[in-house]
């Protein structure tokens, strides 16, 4: 197994463009989060699932903001009409429920909304 | 209030020097991590302390559970130690809250 694995790892779009963004976990992980990172902040917490079900959504998202897990293995993250404040790094992390398991996260995307 | 604070936000430091950084937290938690961020973004896990203490190398992670602090001891500090260190805490709703981070700088 060679991790948690994100990508794009970078992408840059116009305004107004939808964005998907994949992770693929640990496969013996069953709980997936994305975090959002802007400069100079730590992540901020986006959602999270727990095999194929989205446990928790933050508040922070708004409705262009999707998540899916559908077979409880990748995930995506979509963003649709996008705005220059999206721009910032999208981290996912996965982890086992019920053990003392650390987390282990992607190398992350990083946004630019032009 | 931040649920997790560390301090300081900046620090550096010369080659050789000991660091400390700290971290507090005010929610219940399971597991608190340490994590180093280098430039590029990705995440390294160094530390997962449910209590005590721990060491790896130059690195030493302590957590006082009652006064709901831990703290991350860097000795004889390297230029290739500069990164951010990140606390996190696992909730008891198994949700890593994050500190905003130390940026450490050592300087040869």
Redesign the interface.
């Known amino acids: 197994d060679t991790g948690v694995s994100q990508n794009p790892r970078h992408k840059i779009t116009k305004r107004g463009q939808n964005v998907t963004f994949r992770c693929d976990p640990i496969s013996e992980h069953n709980?997936l989060?994305w975090?959002r990172?802007t400069l100079?902040?730590?992540?901020?917490?986006l959602t999270?699932f727990q095999n194929e079900a989205q446990l928790?959504k933050s508040r922070l998202l708004s409705d262009r903001f999707s998540a899916e897990r559908p077979k409880g293995s990748f995930s995506t993250l979509e963003i649709q009409r996008t705005e220059q404040g999206d721009s910032a790094?999208y981290?996912c992390?996965s982890t086992v429920?019920g053990l003392?398991v650390?987390?282990?996260?992607g190398?992350?995307t990083?946004l630019t909304v032009v | 209030k931040n649920e997790v604070e560390q301090s300081p936000q900046n620090l550096t430091a010369q080659e050789g020097e000991f660091i400390t950084i700290n971290c507090s937290y005010s929610v219940g938690i399971s597991a608190l991590h340490w994590l180093q961020q280098h430039p590029g973004g990705g995440i390294v896990s160094l530390f997962m302390l449910s209590s005590g203490k721990k060491k790896h190398g130059r690195l030493i992670a302590t957590i006082n559970i009652q006064e709901k602090h831990s703290s991350l001891h860097i000795t004889a500090s390297h230029p290739r130690d500069s990164a951010v260190y990140i606390c996190a805490v696992r909730s008891n709703t198994d949700k890593l809250i994050f500190g905003t981070g130390t940026r450490l700088q050592v300087f040869p």
Not at chain 1, 40 to 45: A, I, K, L, W
Not at chain 1, 102 to 105: D, I, K, N
């Open positions: 709980r989060y975090y990172q100079g902040q730590g992540p901020e917490f999270y928790e790094m981290l992390a429920t003392q650390g987390y282990t996260f190398s992350g990083r």
